[in-house]
């Protein structure tokens, strides 16, 4: 029953990031069933607290967080194909800021502060590593994720003696809302910046960088200010999901596996449609719910075996397997008729 | 002065060691274009390797790694063979095929530890070899450091005479300028590839040897080596020997310094001088 009721919360979640493509290519038609089904799905999820176990919210939740960086991700490195490995980095700044905050401040604020410390630090980021392309951008990335960790740690110990701290605890189904208030307005968000001169232009960024800035498009302003936006998220992921455990130290706020499973999950799922990263994200989400407790040195290694599998195999993610089922379908139905 | 003398004496004999791991991450990376993070992993290999013939079959740690080379080699070989001529073949540029073959190559850091972790678990395992202290100008060091800084040197020097001098070395040298050039010449690039790819791990693989005299290992050790390599290559210069060789010191020389001053900051200070190069100096010393 609890999976059941899962299953239909993560169709309800990938049915939303699906609105998204639908909207964004009818834009002039209206037609009311799909809004309707969106609402409709978006009420299923909100109300879940009403019918779930707190095991199937906290659950939901950590979908969410990875929904979120995910798609966060995908937002500036799917059209810019800039590999970046800082999310660990800004995920980490939210978890700290809620550590350091957290008993003096309400939640939300706390959240919407570590969201824009994080939006300040990748503005600097981006800013310092507009020189850097390729591969170089990536290692700076990964190598910043490691050097805050090393240093904070140095920190801790120096400083305030101890290595880890505690966070302040909150109910469950606050930390469900703010992270599903979160998702929402990621996904909203990212449909204005893809419909708006912005989303064009991020695109022409990763075609062609020289080009994009013949043509006039100011390419460092919106490099930084969309990578930023994509680190606010991520930010305020972080800042909520410290409550929930409880106590954070160095090693495991700033993670770089945090870094590579987004990463992985918008590969896995397919960055050219809206709904690839929101259905890459739910099943690795999943899987690492099924197997992270009881064998977490299989759960990586299947992490491993899978990226591996999925860059030489499926450059296009599941996304890409559905369009070409689909079109071998089409394709076969018109040979029938033809 | 005496502490001066120790502090540089330390710094060198890290040194060495460092010029050793990044060697063969620059082979890989200069010649073949992956960046291979998954570099640390092969040494994990090396020394978990080396451990396990110590205790077990009482085999000199020395021997070993005429064990560890050629099967490391076999390894990097295959790899290249299945995986990343796949890549490069299905890459439409370089740019696209160097960030695929680095996540591939993260992809593959996963598989590599996590099959370590099942086989070996995640203790930290040390045996002692060749510790008697070494009289060197006043300051004492164990006798283990000097020979792995002596086969760090003999290493490069034969490595760097096998590039120079013989034919497969030209060959190497021709495809890391231009490989549709060198192919066009009759060079069979994909073996010269393989081939250096296959070189870069059984370095790292002879690194993870030396280093399982030295210092402890443990399944988890090899993302730190891949960083410090990474660092070290970036410094050099990518695909230079000699800037491998300058890099390692430099950095083994403030690493030991800074160990010196304030032990916790040495991994902080060497991401701040890798953050800074990228900065202002992206292509290292000596790269192009």
């Known amino acids: 029953m609890q999976t059941l009721i899962i299953i239909i919360n993560i169709i309800a979640l990938v049915f939303t990031g699906w609105f998204i493509d639908w909207a964004l290519r009818h834009d002039k038609k209206k037609k009311m069933l799909v809004p309707g089904i969106l609402v409709l799905a978006l009420i299923v999820i909100a109300a879940l607290p009403f019918y779930g176990s707190t095991y199937s919210m906290i659950l939901m939740t950590s979908i969410l967080m990875y929904i979120i960086l995910t798609v966060s991700w995908t937002l500036f490195s799917g059209p810019t194909g800039y590999i970046s490995l800082a999310p660990a980095a800004f995920f980490g700044v939210g978890i700290y800021t809620s550590a350091i905050l957290g008993k003096h401040y309400p939640i939300i604020s706390v959240v919407i502060i570590g969201g824009l410390i994080s939006f300040c630090l990748a503005v600097l980021v981006g800013a310092l590593t507009l020189r850097l392309r390729g591969i170089y951008f990536a290692i700076f990335t990964f190598g910043l994720v490691q050097l805050m960790s090393a240093f904070l740690l140095w920190y801790e110990i120096k400083f305030t003696g101890t290595r880890g701290r505690f966070v302040v605890v909150i109910n469950n189904q606050t930390i469900f809302y703010i992270m599903l208030v979160i998702f929402i307005s990621l996904l909203i968000t990212s449909y204005f910046i893809r419909r708006s001169k912005y989303g064009l232009a991020l695109q022409s960024i990763g075609q062609y960088e020289e080009a994009a800035a013949h043509i006039g498009i100011n390419v460092t302003a919106i490099k930084i200010v969309v990578f930023a936006i994509s680190a606010l998220f991520m930010g305020m992921a972080g800042a909520i999901m410290a409550t929930r455990w409880t106590y954070v130290d160095p090693y495991s706020a700033f993670d770089s596996f945090i870094s590579f499973l987004p990463v992985l999950m918008a590969i896995f799922g397919g960055m050219r449609q809206f709904y690839g990263p929101v259905l890459g994200a739910c099943i690795f989400a999943y899987l690492e719910e099924l197997l992270l407790t009881k064998f977490p040195y299989y759960y990586k290694l299947s992490f491993g075996i899978v990226l591996v599998a999925v860059i030489l195999y499926l450059p296009d993610g599941l996304v890409g397997l559905i369009q070409t089922l689909r079109n071998r379908i089409s394709r076969g139905r018109n040979a029938i008729f033809s | ?288």
């Open chain 2, 1 to 288: 002065m005496e502490k001066f003398l120790d502090v540089a004496i330390a710094g060198l004999l890290l040194g060495g060691l460092y010029a050793l791991i990044a060697m063969g991450l620059s082979l890989q990376y200069g010649v073949a274009r992956v960046l291979n993070v998954a570099h640390g992993e092969f040494i994990m290999l090396g020394g978990m390797t080396t451990w396990t013939l110590f205790t077990v079959f009482h085999i000199n740690p020395l021997l070993s790694i005429v064990v560890a080379g050629p099967i490391a080699f076999f390894l990097g070989f295959i790899i290249h063979r299945t995986l990343f001529k796949k890549l490069l073949n299905s890459s439409p540029n370089q740019g696209i095929f160097e960030s695929n073959s680095m996540l591939a190559s993260f992809g593959l850091m996963y598989i590599v530890q996590n099959i370590a972790f099942i086989a070996w678990n995640p203790n930290i395992r040390g045996y002692s070899y060749l510790q008697h202290p070494v009289d060197i100008l006043g300051a004492l060091f164990g006798a283990n450091r000097l020979v792995t800084l002596g086969f760090a040197i003999l290493i490069g020097i034969v490595f760097y005479l096998f590039l120079a001098r013989t034919r497969m070395g030209k060959a190497i040298r021709a495809a890391a300028s231009d490989p549709t050039t060198a192919d066009l010449m009759g060079v069979n690039i994909n073996l010269v590839l393989a081939i250096c790819f296959g070189l870069g791990a059984a370095m790292a693989g002879v690194a993870g040897v030396l280093i399982s005299i030295c210092y402890p290992v443990h399944a988890s050790m090899g993302m730190e080596y891949t960083i410090i390599a990474i660092i070290v290559v970036v410094l050099g210069g990518m695909g230079s020997i000699p800037g491998s060789f300058i890099g390692g010191f430099i950095l083994g020389i403030i690493g030991s310094i800074v160990a010196y001053i304030e032990p916790g900051l040495v991994i902080v200070a060497y991401y701040v001088i890798f953050i800074l190069l990228l900065l202002v100096r992206p292509t290292g010393i000596l790269g192009k």
